[in-house]
C-alpha cells in the first residue's frame, strides 16, 4: 500500500485519495491490477464499465464498487469522472472491538455470488457522498484522534452498504466470509500463494490440526483446505491466461507445478477446457468487450 499513501497515512493501513487524483501512471486503474487490501471506490460522476475476476460490470454517476484483497481488477471510463477512494486492511479496521464481525457481515467485500458493484438511488447516493466526503476531510487532518474517525466512517460506509443492500433482497452471507476460521484461512491463503499451499501448514498457522481445519472447513463452506486451496489455484490461473501473455508452461510453473503437462491435466479437469481453450475465448471476450 506505501505507494498509495504519499502524504496521508504511514505505514499505510488505510489511504483515501479522490478517484480524479489516481488517473497517473503510479495509480493506474485502466490495466489489470490487484491490491493486498480491501478498496471502496465511490463513483460520484462517470460511467462505463469496470472489471473484476473475469467479470464486466457497468457502472455509472452513484455507483459504488469493492474490491478485497488478491481481485484482479481494471477500470474503462469514458470522458471525465469523479469520485473517492477509500482502502483499509483488516488489520486496521479489526483494531475497533465495537464491531468485529462486521467485515464477515459484508458479501460484496469478497466476491462470489454478490456483485461487488452496488448502484444507489438518489437518496443513497446522498448519503454515502456525504459520508465520502468527511471522510476525505478527516483522513487528511493529521489530528489526534484521526485512526478512529477514518474507522468510524469507514463502519457507516459499510453498514449503510449492507442496509442498502439487504433492502433489495435478502441475501445469504457465505459461511467463509462470516465463520471466523473460514476467513482467517482465507485471508492467509491470499496473503500466502502461491509459496504456501500445504494445508499442514496453514493449519499450523491457525493453531489447529489438519484434520480440524479440514472438517471445519468442509462443514462451514462445503470445501476441504485442499479444494478451496485448489480453487484459488484455478481462479489465478484464469486470471494469468486472461491478462498475461506468459507462455502455459510458465505459469504452471509460476503456480508451482513442476510438470506444465501436470497443470494442463489439473486446468481441463477443473475448468472443462485446455488452458490454450480458455485463453483464446477469454481474450476474445475481452476485445468484444
Not at 510458465?250 to 475448468?271: E, K, N, W
Amino acid at each position: 500500500m506505501s505507494a498509495y499513501t504519499r502524504g496521508l497515512r504511514k505505514p499505510g493501513l488505510f489511504h483515501v485519495i479522490r478517484f480524479e487524483d489516481a488517473h497517473s501512471d503510479r495509480l493506474n486503474r485502466f490495466v489489470p491490477h490487484r491490491h493486498d487490501f480491501f478498496e471502496i471506490i465511490w463513483l460520484r460522476t462517470g460511467s462505463g464499465q469496470v472489471r473484476s475476476d473475469l467479470q464486466n460490470y457497468a457502472v455509472n454517476s452513484g455507483t459504488l464498487f469493492f474490491t478485497s484483497p488478491g481481485q484482479v481488477h481494471a477500470w474503462e471510463l469514458k470522458g471525465n469522472s469523479a469520485g473517492e477512494i477509500a482502502s483499509f486492511t483488516e488489520e486496521f479496521f479489526a483494531v475497533s472491538s465495537d464491531h468485529p464481525g462486521l467485515l464477515g457481515k459484508l458479501p460484496f467485500l469478497y466476491g462470489g455470488p454478490v456483485p461487488p458493484v452496488l448502484h444507489l438511488t438518489p437518496v443513497e447516493a446522498r448519503r454515502v457522498d456525504r459520508v465520502f466526503r468527511q471522510l476525505h476531510t478527516e483522513a487528511a487532518a493529521p489530528l489526534v484522534g484521526r485512526d478512529d474517525l477514518v474507522r468510524a466512517y469507514l463502519t457507516i460506509l459499510l453498514t449503510l452498504t449492507r442496509q442498502f443492500l439487504e433492502a433489495r433482497g435478502p441475501v445469504t452471507t457465505p459461511a467463509a466470509t462470516t465463520d471466523l476460521l473460514s476467513r482467517r484461512f482465507r485471508l492467509l491463503l491470499e496473503e500466502n500463494f502461491p509459496q504456501l499451499l500445504d494445508v499442514g501448514d496453514f493449519a499450523k498457522l491457525l493453531h489447529v490440526s489438519r484434520t480440524h481445519l479440514n472438517d471445519h472447513l468442509r462443514r462451514e463452506t462445503g470445501r476441504s483446505a485442499g479444494e478451496l486451496i485448489q480453487d484459488r489455484m484455478l481462479l489465478e490461473a484464469k486470471r494469468l491466461l486472461t491478462h498475461t501473455s506468459l507462455p502455459v508452461a510458465q505459469i504452471a510453473y509460476r503456480l508451482d507445478f513442476q510438470d506444465p503437462s501436470y497443470f494442463g491435466r489439473f486446468f481441463r479437469r477443473s475448468a472443462g477446457q485446455t488452458p490454450g481453450e480458455f485463453r483464446d475465448r477469454a481474450q476474445t471476450d475481452l476485445i468484444a468487450s
